[in-house]
């Protein structure tokens, strides 16, 4: 992206908020352009001006991250929202990609890895952060975690359907689709695509896959 990237932060936290805000403005090509607090003041803002990202708060008070980010991707869906939670476990990381979130990293991460899930979502790539799909992994019967999109592309390869055929359904690109491939391949830890060809065959009948 050669404009810098618009974030709004949602956190009930001003503190929080604050330190958010002064770790960003030291990264060029990002810019900070509001903050709220609650529900009602994200959607105002999201409303009046129009972020490319949301940084979303987990644990908020009243309507919790999770079910904030379903609401607004449901009136916004080109909004991209990255969850910065202080939980790490699988299930709020299932619940929030469910939701429509692209990514989630903790707020215990450095700076930079939490700058490099900023720059992979506004690029459309998903990110969860160091760990998190390991243990997300061991604890969902060694199934690794996908988000919706990723599992709909697993089934469409497991109906054989090509990048193109896939992008064509979903009404994506192809560039957007090998981007997700990639992706599967690096949670699966797979080594080619016959491997993950022959993985999306065997799980295409697990509606959890």
């Known amino acids: 992206m050669t404009a810098s990237t618009r974030i709004l932060l949602v956190d ?6 604050e330190g958010l805000r002064a770790r960003l403005a030291q990264t ?4 900070v352009v509001g903050e709220a607090g609650d529900a009602e003041q994200a959607f105002a803002r999201v409303s009046m001006l129009r972020p490319d990202l949301v940084l979303m708060d987990v644990g908020m008070k009243q309507v919790s991250g999770i079910e904030l980010t379903g609401r607004l991707r449901a009136q916004y869906p080109e909004l991209r929202v990255l969850m910065l939670s202080m939980y790490d476990n699988p299930e709020h990381v299932h619940r929030a990609l469910a939701a429509g979130a692209m990514g989630y990293v903790l707020k215990e991460a450095p700076a930079e890895e939490i700058v490099d899930a900023i720059l992979a979502v506004a690029a459309g790539r998903s990110f969860l952060g160091t ?14 975690l996908l988000s919706q999109r990723e599992s709909e592309i697993l089934r469409g390869l497991a109906r054989g359907l090509a990048s193109r055929q896939i992008a064509e359904e979903l009404g994506m690109s192809v560039r957007t689709v090998e981007t997700h491939r990639q992706n599967i391949r690096r949670k699966l830890n797979l ?3 016959a491997e993950l060809i022959k993985y ?6 697990d509606p959890a896959a």
């Open 28 to 31: 060029p090509g990002l810019e």
């Open 200 to 205: 999306a065959v065997e799980r295409c009948s």
């Open 191 to 193: 080594g080619g695509q």
């Open 12 to 17: 009930d936290h001003p503190l929080v908020r």
């Open 131 to 144: 760990g998190l799909a390991a243990r997300s992994t061991r604890a969902d019967g060694a199934r690794p």
